[in-house]
């Protein structure tokens, strides 16, 4: 085996298919997500 294949460790690197970056996408869904439970218990 080559040197590359034994140094690298864990998962393969994710591809960036989106147009928008995976933190700012985390966060939006983070407060989709707060906004739809804190909804949920107000209307209740």
Do not use: C, W
């Amino acid at each position: 085996m080559s040197a590359h294949a034994e140094a690298h460790h864990g998962p393969p690197i994710a591809n960036q298919s989106s147009r928008i970056n995976s933190s700012v996408l985390g966060m939006l869904l983070f407060i989709a997500a707060d906004i739809k439970l804190l909804g949920a218990f107000f209307t209740a």
